[in-house]
């Protein structure tokens, strides 16, 4: 059955462009609300096809978030939202407005972009410690381990070691060996220079995969 979107040009105020800052989003804003909305992002392709929550417009009631919307049908790889915008009358009429944030992590406010910036760190952690509250950084921001059962994990932490390494022969070997990644974890690895901050965040992902096996095994027959 063929429908139509309530509108097609992205809002002013939209959060997914990279020039607005979420807090200036009208009739006010809540952080809590706005990580909540996570739901609507598409873990995997299979999932998409069963997942019927979307973002909705902020500027428009009944309306569905065009920044959303399009990142969902490009990098965010919704296939279920693919199929269904088969039948969108007016989908060629869709609009963005400037430059767009790649995954929901990057619509978030500043503080909650940077490596560890929501926890507080001692001046005397060593490595173990800067490594344990990166993880609990992560749980915070509900981080899906259970969501990348194709290794996705130790790949990312294996490219952030090569991008400390300088090594991008072996940082290629490593994509050639387990395909590309998720759009989320090249942002990641494109976002963050600092060399500390790189393997903080590698040695974060390896514990993540940890906990993904350890929870996998655990779990009943």
Known sequence: MSWRLKRTRQCAK???????????????????KHRNLKSTIASSPEQSLT???AM????????????WLMNQLGPGNNIGLRMRMMNCENAEDIELVGEQHECFEDTLPDQENSAMSDIAIPEDEDGVGLISLE????????????GYT????????????????????LYQRIILAGGPLPEHFRTIIGK???????????????????????????APD
């Open 192 to 218: 963050h220079h600092d060399r500390k901050e790189r393997l903080i965040i590698a040695g974060a992902l390896i514990a993540s995969e940890l906990d993904r096996i350890l929870d996998e095994e655990d």
């Open 150 to 169: 194709n290794n996705e994990l130790p790949l990312a932490a294996a490219m952030l070691c090569c991008a400390v390494a300088d090594n991008r022969s």
């Open 14 to 32: 939209c959060p997914w462009r990279v020039d607005v800052d979420p807090h200036d989003i009208p009739n006010g804003y809540c952080e809590e």
């Open 135 to 146: 993880r609990q950084r992560q749980w915070r921001r509900s981080f899906p381990d259970e």
């Open 56 to 67: 909705a417009c902020h500027e428009t009631d009944d309306a569905h978030c065009i920044g």
């Open 51 to 53: 997942q019927s929550s």
